[in-house]
């Protein structure tokens, strides 16, 4: 079988890699051979053992019928939706990384790739190399899922980990993480949730069985987390981790990525560095936790490959991956329930004590704050509450 | 779409409860509806709702055609591979939490589904309602699979985390345990690291292709295990777990359960209390984990409707589950590696920094004792070594 690889970058040359080094139990388990026939790129790369098949038009490689799989993996929407769509109109599977490109367009292809007996598989979209697509549609069936909450970026963990092991301010330790490549130039995709919304939003397209936009989730970012603050998670045994969080209640459901206090024991507090994690809470099953090394070169081309073998196995029929283009816009956050944290100034303890009974004081030993968590309430009765208090230093949302 | 049910015991009737409870999202997923026909149990259920669909006799289920999908619930061998093996022959789909079944006769069951183009399906039968069957067959594709190693029994697991939080033996935890209905009566299966064992076969022989036997997997239970070793690992900051463990070094594979010594940082270090986990490491992938509550009625029920959801969706084809009947039989474990932890008499000191040139003293305020940490060495050479030295307390195999 005849597969193409568009773009020839990180993810692109792990999967050329991939298929060459693994080739013989990718045949195994294919039941066939998977050939590279082309590698796209309007780049040269001599000597590279992708040479001799790269191609820089895109038309050599749609109107070839041997083509019977396109590996997109140039990432951004443009021009990747127009190939990745022409290619589902001529017949061919379809597997990609692009999580941009299915958060924008996964309705849309999805639909088409049903019409045209072809598969549009995109598992290395969300977690890279952590199986989460596949398991979900094919193995967390028989349960209502309640929730599926998830450290979803690498860079952001990798950063919060470091200032939680430092000690460090959130500034400093950006610079030192792009100083050696860990985050990108233009960080704002990481740090803001932004990329973190787009997965969170495939994710629960797919629970739904219907659109998610990502625009209709909310997003804060990790931009304004201190030292202090660090500090006050060391004190409560607990550490802020970039959560991404759907919750499902009843027909209605909530969409949120925040940096939240997760406290010792809550599943996604041991998830640490570069690591990624996804926990799925079902009705029947309780929680279950899938985790590894999100990003990387390697292990995205692996979870990449692994809808190659699957589209291999299934080249005469479509298996079902599928939601339908009719949005659903998550609640507004204000009806959340959860417990929050809120660092103020000393001189509002009584007032706190008043607006918020049964606070629990959190020490971390600096005097002129005062420092709690709160019992559980809606995210709107937090926000009237602590409206009242002047000098807000932090708040976080409060996991165990 | 007609189901029946084999044995109402606890996953049973936890099946029966998925099915009822999530009918709808089962029957939007499945494509159908699944009906449970019968439940087969020699004992009599009045009043319970699956009264009405109760049978004695395990003939109306077999000889019934409208029953596509049989579910064995019963555990063992005797009659349950008699059932199954029916139930197959006469084209039924077989879903099963059975592990002694699968890990005794599931080459064979396996070769007749395929030859009447149905499906064996036995996801429950290792980590309760974690998936890993599936993820293993259909995600982890595009990997050679270099470790599986998970704390696969809940029983044993729960016993070790109390025994590290009380720092207290392992007979009066397993007494306590037993009393509160976490051990069994007769905790053999579980504490000798059989039931583990099982387990590990079971998912050798999915990565191997080939028949992995349980009688060639190397067990060692936990009963040895006392509250000093306990101390030891506290202060190595490190657990005592069970871990069942296949690691495959080109055609070769070592296939061993038994407890280890874990450092903190270790991906299995903090899977405590009954939760299970399966860590897998792919040449391409680097580890990924799955965690859950392994055991229990309802994760185990999800585990296995996921399967009938899985059978109806492909009614009339075989889903490629499979490994052959040839037995491969694992390598010594002589020749394996790793790192071992020894306790020994005080006196020893001077002898085991002979024995062990470079080893790494173990303090934990003992000071009859002298205990340490050894480099990498092959099990042979470890047993050679340890031979020369009287009086050993204890040993575990370290894991970092």
């Given at each position: 079988?005849?597969?193409?690889?568009?773009?020839?970058?990180?993810?692109?040359?792990?999967?050329?890699e991939v298929l060459q080094k693994n080739a013989d139990v990718i045949e195994a388990r294919s039941g066939e051979r998977i050939?590279?026939?082309?590698?796209?790129?309007?780049?040269?790369?001599?000597?590279?053992?992708?040479?001799?098949?790269?191609?820089?038009?895109?038309?050599?490689?749609?109107?070839?019928?041997?083509?019977?799989?396109?590996?997109?993996?140039?990432?951004?929407?443009?021009?990747?939706?127009?190939?990745?769509?022409?290619?589902?109109?001529?017949?061919?599977?379809?597997?990609?990384?692009?999580?941009?490109?299915?958060?924008?367009?996964?309705?849309?292809?999805?639909?088409?790739?049903?019409?045209?007996?072809?598969?549009?598989?995109?598992?290395?979209?969300?977690?890279?190399?952590?199986?989460?697509?596949?398991?979900?549609?094919?193995?967390?069936?028989?349960?209502?899922?309640?929730?599926?909450?998830?450290?979803?970026?690498?860079?952001?963990?990798?950063?919060?980990?470091?200032?939680?092991?430092?000690?460090?301010?959130?500034?400093?330790?950006?610079?030192?993480?792009?100083?050696?490549?860990?985050?990108?130039?233009?960080?704002?995709?990481?740090?803001?949730?932004?990329?973190?919304?787009?997965?969170?939003?495939?994710?629960?397209?797919?629970?739904?069985?219907?659109?998610?936009?990502?625009?209709?989730?909310?997003?804060?970012?990790?931009?304004?987390?201190?030292?202090?603050?660090?500090?006050?998670?060391?004190?409560?045994?607990?550490?802020?981790?970039?959560?991404?969080?759907?919750?499902?209640?009843?027909?209605?459901?909530?969409?949120?990525?925040?940096?939240?206090?997760?406290?010792?024991?809550?599943?996604?507090?041991?998830?640490?560095?570069?690591?990624?994690?996804?926990?799925?809470?079902?009705?029947?099953?309780?929680?279950?936790?899938?985790?590894?090394?999100?990003?990387?070169?390697?292990?995205?081309?692996?979870?990449?490959?692994?809808?190659?073998?699957?589209?291999?196995?299934?080249?005469?029929?479509?298996?079902?991956?599928?939601?339908?283009?009719?949005?659903?816009?998550?609640?507004?956050?204000?009806?959340?329930?959860?417990?929050?944290?809120?660092?103020?100034?000393?001189?509002?303890?009584?007032?706190?004590?008043?607006?918020?009974?049964?606070?629990?004081?959190?020490?971390?030993?600096?005097?002129?704050?005062?420092?709690?968590?709160?019992?559980?309430?809606?995210?709107?009765?937090?926000?009237?509450?602590?409206?009242?208090?002047?000098?807000?230093?932090?708040?976080?949302?409060?996991?165990?």
């Amino acid at each position: 079988m005849k597969a193409a690889i568009l773009g020839y970058g990180t993810v692109g040359s792990g999967v050329y890699e991939v298929l060459q080094k693994n080739a013989d139990v990718i045949e195994a388990r294919s039941g066939e051979r998977i050939d590279v026939k082309y590698v796209l790129d309007l780049r040269e790369f001599p000597g590279d053992p992708a040479a001799d098949v790269l191609v820089h038009d895109y038309e050599c490689v749609v109107n070839d019928p041997e083509v019977r799989i396109v590996i997109e993996t140039m990432g951004g929407v443009k021009p990747a939706y127009e190939f990745v769509r022409r290619a589902l109109e001529k017949g061919k599977h379809v597997c990609t990384s692009n999580k941009e490109l299915v958060a924008e367009y996964g309705s849309e292809l999805l639909l088409l790739a049903k019409e045209r007996k072809v598969n549009f598989y995109f598992e290395a979209s969300v977690g890279g190399g952590i199986p989460i697509i596949r398991p979900l549609c094919e193995c967390l069936t028989a349960d209502r899922i309640l929730e599926i909450s998830g450290i979803l970026n690498g860079t952001t963990n990798y950063i919060l980990t470091r200032m939680y092991n430092e000690g460090a301010d959130f500034n400093r330790v950006l610079k030192e993480a792009q100083g050696c490549g860990y985050a990108e130039r233009n960080p704002a995709a990481d740090i803001e949730g932004f990329d973190a919304g787009r997965k969170l939003a495939i994710l629960a397209s797919i629970v739904t069985g219907r659109r998610v936009e990502f625009g209709d989730v909310v997003t804060e970012g990790i931009t304004g987390i201190t030292a202090e603050d660090i500090r006050y998670a060391r004190a409560m045994q607990a550490k802020i981790k970039l959560i991404a969080s759907a919750v499902w209640e009843g027909e209605s459901f909530y969409a949120l990525v925040a940096p939240r206090m997760v406290a010792a024991g809550h599943p996604l507090y041991a998830v640490d560095d570069v690591v990624n994690a996804v926990m799925v809470r079902g009705n029947m099953l309780g929680n279950v936790l899938f985790s590894g090394r999100g990003a990387g070169k390697l292990p995205t081309a692996s979870a990449v490959v692994s809808d190659v073998i699957q589209a291999a196995r299934h080249a005469d029929e479509n298996t079902g991956l599928y939601w339908s283009g009719t949005r659903i816009v998550p609640e507004s956050i204000r009806s959340m329930q959860s417990r929050y944290f809120v660092r103020t100034d000393a001189k509002n303890r009584q007032q706190a004590e008043l607006l918020f009974p049964g606070l629990e004081q959190i020490d971390a030993g600096m005097e002129e704050e005062f420092a709690f968590l709160t019992g559980r309430m809606t995210e709107g009765e937090f926000a009237e509450r602590v409206e009242e208090l002047d000098r807000i230093y932090a708040g976080f949302r409060f996991e165990s």
